[in-house]
């Protein structure tokens, strides 16, 4: 199956500290919006430059300065923590309109543990998207990319679904108030 996978995301630049080398350039996107209840809402989107031109020009950028970054969705080896891995990025000049768009394709993964959530917005159910990849070394790579649906039709069209049905989603990027953790917000799903 050749999946879909791209992310366009606006923002603020927002360094982050390293702590050790890593053979990328760890930072996130901090992307404010209105929210539901007519304060601000800020997410801070991790982010990975894997690119040595794309690292380079992100280093010498100040911090909040307003950008444009292209990439696709994975899954930290590690933790399993969704993170943006950036393959293009461009400075902004002023304050741009907000870019935050999502769109992947793969197979249902059923979340069994905390399937089911309530937010300040709402109930939503939880489940991820299958990825499988050939890693730059040669080796198979799962990605199970985290996503929530809030609306309640979607949720309907969610419960029509087995584990492992091939699936759609479109959505934003966004991060738990609570945990920090990245996810994807679905708007729609096929």
Known sequence: MNYINTVTLSGLLHHVSRKKEHKY?????????LWTDGTMRKD?????????????????????????????LRSSKGSGELYLAVLEVE?????ATLINTVN????VHVIKAQA??????GKYTRFAVRQENTDTDGHMRKDFLVVRVYDEGLREVLAGKNDNDPVNVEGTLRSSRGSGVNYVRCTKIE
């Open 25 to 33: 350039f760890p930072f996130s996107v901090r992307h404010e919006n």
């Open 44 to 72: 801070f989107l991790n982010a990975r430059a894997f690119p040595e031109d794309v690292q380079a020009k992100l280093s010498s950028m100040p911090e909040n300065t307003p950008i444009c970054v292209k990439g696709v």
């Open 91 to 95: 400075e902004l000049a002023g304050r």
């Open 104 to 107: 992947i394709s793969g197979y």
């Open 116 to 121: 089911e959530g309530e937010t300040g917005t």
